[in-house]
């Protein structure tokens, strides 16, 4: 929600509610033509960017898209896959061939248990919205410490800043080293001082990261510690 | 309802027993994002209905029966309280509350663009914590606010409302004892911005005209009902940020 600094220019919508005339305009994200019109389907700031209209949604859920750099959590193992929670409405699928690692069939229980934690890539997204994950790929592995914790899908933006300026100050204040998945889970790990500070930063961003002045909550929070 | 002759609901001077006009509503009051648990939710206060709303997902759908390969299906739970009437009612589904849960959710399924999560389910949980007649049309009001809060796309809200016709008289939102007495209930379930109809039922008898006035009264109480739950789910936010949207 980057736009919520511009405060008054933004106009909040409710479904059904009339944005502007269909023609010359295409409907974005969020919105729908109806007649002449072009009506929003969620809670959200309009948008109008290049002559398309969309609605930045207050509050949504994840759907994975191919590429998408997710944190899963594994609900269930086979002999030959997992099944990873990725915070969407449907399960990733890990098969075997896409893991790190070797595994014998029958093993995978060995590499990665219930409740073990991946960083991993969607590989691919089918209309039935049946996903495939990756594990292949630099930087792509188990989780094996550190903490998680999950954020509003449309606060991500304003956790990583403009080209990931925020989150690069906030690696270099808290001494951490912080994942902030597509899917709305953020992942740190480093010292117990550096994971406090950031769960106080994860706590104003689920607080207040819609907020108009919430860069400078967090800026105050990042002086306060580097003055500490 | 085949109406009782012996019980006065409108008084001499044309009101009726509440001091309301006929075409006048009981107070509505909605607040949208209520329970921190759920996806989205809300609460409706309809006079003396109270209901709150929960939606979760979209999510898988269980069992895979109920799937569907080109849409979600929206998996409606109206229940009442045991303490929401002067009698007890028993805990649980009973005919009622699974007609009421059907019908609600096919009316929901009208305004949310479904076809955009296949095989997924999305969960809607009404629960009734106070009723004075008109549950069906607060639990619908409610389901739509916290469907938009949770996020869910929706072509429209949809709003529930319903009038009736007392000692041959049409009037609108019946009470409790003008629903129990009266001739006749007519519920719907509009879309305030074109005007359709996604649910409508009728119990008792009305005359086209009857109906047609009924129509106009419903369709009036929608818009009005409509800006309460527009304005609701806007303070949420306009709120938390401090007075700026």
């Not at chain 2, 005007?195 to 119990?203: C, K, S, Y």
């Not at chain 2, 609701?232 to 938390?240: F, N, Q, V």
């Amino acid at each position: 929600m980057s736009g919520a600094k511009k405060g008054a220019e933004l106009r909040l919508v409710t479904p059904g509610e009339a944005i502007g005339a269909s023609s010359g305009a295409r409907a974005g994200s969020g919105t729908l033509i109806m007649g002449s019109n072009i009506i929003a389907t969620k809670v959200g700031w309009v948008n109008q960017n290049n002559g398309v209209t969309s609605v930045d949604p207050i509050y949504s859920a994840y759907m994975p898209r191919s590429g998408d750099l997710v944190i899963g959590v594994v609900e269930s193992v086979r002999n030959n896959l997992w099944f990873a929670d990725v915070n969407g409405p449907f399960n990733g699928l890990l098969p075997m061939s896409l893991a790190p690692w070797k595994v014998e069939f029958g093993a995978a229980r060995q590499h990665m248990d219930i409740g073990d934690i991946m960083l991993a890539r969607v590989q691919e997204v089918d209309e039935a919205h049946n996903i495939v994950l990756t594990m292949k790929g630099v930087g792509l592995r188990r989780l094996k410490e550190g903490i998680m914790s999950n954020i509003s899908m449309n606060h991500i933006s304003r956790l990583r800043g403009d080209d990931d300026a925020t989150l690069r100050q906030l690696k270099e204040v808290s001494d951490c080293r912080i994942i902030v998945a597509e899917n709305g889970r953020v992942w740190v790990d480093g010292d117990s001082d550096g994971i406090t500070f950031m769960r106080t930063v994860l706590e104003l961003v689920r607080n207040d990261g819609h907020k108009a002045n919430f860069n400078d909550s967090l800026e105050a929070l990042i002086e306060q510690r580097r003055n500490a | 309802m085949g109406g009782y002759g012996d019980v006065q609901l409108l008084r001499d001077d044309g009101l009726r027993l509440d001091g309301r006009k006929v075409d006048e509503m009981r107070e509505v009051k909605v607040e949208a994002g209520v329970l921190p648990a759920a996806d989205g939710s809300a609460w409706v206060k309809h006079g003396l209905n109270v209901a709150v709303c929960a939606v979760y997902g979209p999510m898988e759908a269980h069992p895979r029966k109920i799937q569907r390969q080109d849409r979600a299906v929206i998996d409606v739970r109206y229940n009442m309280a045991p303490f929401s009437t002067s009698d007890r009612i028993r805990p649980g589904f009973n005919r009622r509350s699974r007609e009421i849960s059907k019908v609600t959710a096919e009316a929901l399924e009208s305004v949310v663009l479904v076809e955009r999560y296949p095989r997924s389910k999305i969960r809607v949980e009404i629960e009734i914590l106070a009723a004075e007649a008109g549950t069906r049309c607060v639990g619908i009001t409610a389901a739509a606010v916290a469907l938009a809060d949770a996020g869910i796309p929706m072509r429209d809200l949809i709003v529930g409302v319903a009038s009736g016709k007392i000692e041959d008289t049409v009037v609108l939102d019946l009470d409790k004892a003008e629903d129990n007495y009266g001739q006749a209930d007519l519920p719907m379930g509009i879309l305030p911005t074109t005007g359709e109809i996604a649910f409508l039922q009728m119990d008792g008898d009305l005359s086209v005209d009857e109906y047609n006035t009924c129509m106009e009264y419903n369709m009036k109480a929608a818009k009005e009902i409509h800006e309460i739950m527009v304005d609701a789910l806007k303070r949420r936010y306009i709120e938390k940020n401090g007075g700026e949207s």
